[in-house]
């Protein structure tokens, strides 16, 4: 059973292009949670989602910044015209069933760099 | 609103020496916990949790922690350290009285291990 797959791994932009992040998320498994890690920082959520629809996206910075997760296909996390900013790295997490005390299976990250 | 504490950015250990990672939370309600691994370049994995029940919890490879809520505290433990270890240990929270699980998380401490 393949795990939470992410990709790119590695992502270079320019300011003001576009980053696509894509997230996969394990068989079965149709939450999907994303959270951000700024160097030195522990990773903060942004958003929850489930199959078609946003349930939680109180972590998400106001703007440039969507996601979403379509009925086929994987999630995508996708920033708009990027800064230096949004250097991170960017986990996506995936669980069978929502719940506080289920557990979220999270994949390598997508490393994002904005030159 | 909950929060995480990790003492120590950096613990150094000696191989077959005792690990001991700090976290201390501060939630309005019985939080469960967390403490997650993250090797180099790759996702985090659960190393264990506490939800309700006996307070001293066993996980993955050899690690245990103890819930205090006296002491609002979620310590990481293992008897003996192994070269293995070396990684960074993250400690979260997540409200129980939520519909889903919205991991906070610490800033995380990254345990090095020396033979």
């Known amino acids: 059973n393949a795990g939470v797959m992410q990709n790119p791994r590695h992502l270079v932009r320019r300011r003001g292009q576009e980053a696509r992040l894509r997230c996969s998320p394990m068989k079965g498994h149709s939450h999907v949670y994303w959270y951000r890690q700024l160097p030195e920082e522990g990773l903060k959520f942004m958003v929850y989602l489930q199959k078609e629809n946003i349930i939680d996206e109180s972590g998400m910075p106001k703007e440039r910044f969507s996601a979403e997760f379509p009925k086929e296909g994987p999630s995508i996390l996708r920033i708009q015209q990027v800064v230096r900013g949004d250097s991170a790295a960017y986990f996506c997490a995936s669980s069978p069933v929502a719940g506080p005390q289920e557990t979220q299976y999270f994949g390598p990250g997508t490393r994002l760099l904005v030159l | 609103a909950q929060s995480v504490t990790q003492l120590g950015s950096h613990v150094s250990v000696s191989e077959g020496a005792l690990v001991l990672l700090r976290c201390n939370y501060s939630s309005s309600v019985p939080p469960y916990l967390f403490w997650y691994v993250q090797y180099p370049n790759q996702g985090l994995q659960l190393l264990l949790k506490y939800t309700t029940g006996a307070t001293l919890v066993k996980g993955i490879n050899g690690f245990e922690a103890e819930f205090k809520k006296s002491e609002t505290s979620f310590h990481l433990t293992k008897p003996s350290a192994h070269m293995s270890d070396a990684a960074e240990y993250f400690c979260?929270?997540?409200?129980?009285?939520?519909?889903?699980?919205?991991?906070?998380f610490g800033t995380g401490t990254r345990l090095l291990v020396s033979p």
């Open positions: 979260a929270v997540s409200a129980p009285d939520t519909g889903f699980q919205k991991l906070v």
